[in-house]
């Protein structure tokens, strides 16, 4: 293909979408430069639905205008931004759209191009409360300094591009020096190795060069990692460092739309700047879309109430429980939203096709995985919602739920700590009364369901619910993706890891029955009773047998119950009553 020497319309357009095409395809890659070792990071996924957004509507404009084409990339990208990384991304695409638009011609030349990345990193920054060097914000900076200098120098779009990607590589490779955090993890920042595929699809569209290929899982960040180890070895250009940054200290994500007058935007940064970190806010005109790492949901829900603002579509997510892998699932079941359970046969069908009797008070329950749905609908559950760890519902969804099910009373189960305040929304929006027993895990709901009563009161349940839920103590088995330490020890790829929550990481092994093991023995205590055991997907024979036999050897007066759940990644949810 012949090289371009403008970026008009059309190869804009191309190049935003080949950039989403890219991310896709990283998306794994990219969720695995994450700081934890277990498969829990979703900056890749995060990024990806950013852009999808970002296309849809592009794909609703004029293909012909260039300022149709530029409105839709900022439009897209600033409702549709998902997570930090995705409301950074969305200023960064904003900042490129609103250069090119303005310019003095259709098309845009090295010069535009570069002048356009430099607004994409004061929109970038800008947005931030307090910038941290060695993310995404310094790769997009040093990365707009060197299409600079290209452009200075007379350099052609080409000639800006690949210096622009040249240089972004380099600092990306850099980042685990300023962040001693990263060192620590052995990863590169994810958001900025997600925004170098913008560069790259930049470079295919005007170039023909190839877009890097994603690499197979094999849990170390694959080509885009290597790629820009390469660019590290290859450069003695060594940005300075940076104070220590503890990612462990906020532990939820909140994320909301909200309308507020422009002139109470900077109060309202301070506001979140008093209660978390992670700040991003961006959009104008009354209308933001704002992100905050924070340890106090409700803090940071009502610090635009205090302002004269409205906050909406509150997402909140536990960045201690994330899972990368279920995101796949979650957009697979974008379209379906949740499922009616029909208890008398033990099957899910539509909605529409539901035809459950009715009863006093309903309940509706958030999981994944099939077994703890026929479960569900065994112990009487007549709604669920597909998520749980970061797949989390919407309150639409819960809402659709809640309205379809054949009780005018509903008590919701949301299993996950990052879906309760969601849950809790779902009262003021329906004329059924809603209550929400608030479980975080799917053994405390097992032990919920132990007491429902369908033809009591959802307040009366409620109670009996809650209490049944508190008296359980639950711990889960998962496998690290990479080299990592803990309070209990070194942590190899590989190795099985037994969490407690609130606790953290309280056993590392290298089977999945000696992790078990070693998490039941700190779970189950003296006085327990009854341990229920959730299989999942990836649970064995052997591990199902090594754990009974512990039990019964080592704790042979509780009394113990294995169902199977098939939730992914977590072969084994424990819970101990």
Known sequence: MPTLDRLNTAALRDTVRTFRDAVRDHAGELNRLNVYPVPDGDTGTNMARTLDAVVEEMDGADADDLGATCDAISHGSLMGARGNSGVILSQIMRGIATTLKSGETAEATGSAFAEALQAATAGAYQAVLKPVEGTILTVVRLSADAASAAADSGGELVEVVRASRDAGRIALANTPEQLPVLKDAGVVDAGGAGFLLLLDATLHVVDGEPIPEAAEDDGSGGAVAAAFESAHRSSAAVVGGADDLDVSEQRYEVMYFMDLDDDRIDDFKQGWGAIGDSIVVVGGDGLWNCHVHTNDIGAAIEVPLELGGRPKQIRVTDLFEEVDDEH?????????????????????????????????????????????????????????????????PSTAELLDTVEHVNADQVVILPNNKNIIAVARRVDELTSKSVVVVPTTSMPEALAALVVYDPEA????????????????????????????????????????????????????????????????????????????????ADATADANSAIEGWLADNRGDVTVEMQHGGQPLYPYLFGVE
């Open 328 to 392: 796949a699932k979650r957009e697979a079941a974008m379209g379906v939203g949740a499922v009616l359970v029909d208890p008398g046969t033990d099957a899910t069908t539509t909605r529409a096709g539901a035809g459950l009797p009715p009863v006093t008070t309903a309940v509706v329950a958030v999981c994944t995985g099939e077994g703890l749905v026929e479960l569900f609908a065994q112990l009487g559950v007549q709604g669920v919602v597909t998520g749980g760890q970061t797949l989390n």
């Open 457 to 536: 009161s959802a307040e009366v349940n409620r109670q009996e619910m809650a209490e049944a839920a508190e008296s359980v103590a639950t711990g889960e088995i998962t496998r690290a993706i990479r080299d990592s330490n803990s309070d209990v020890g070194p942590i190899a790829e590989g190795n099985w890891i037994g969490l407690v929550r609130g606790d953290g990481i309280m056993a590392v092994a290298d089977t999945v029955e000696e992790a078990a093991i070693t998490l039941l023995d700190h779970l189950v205590t003296d006085d327990a009773e009854l341990v229920t055991v959730v299989m999942g």
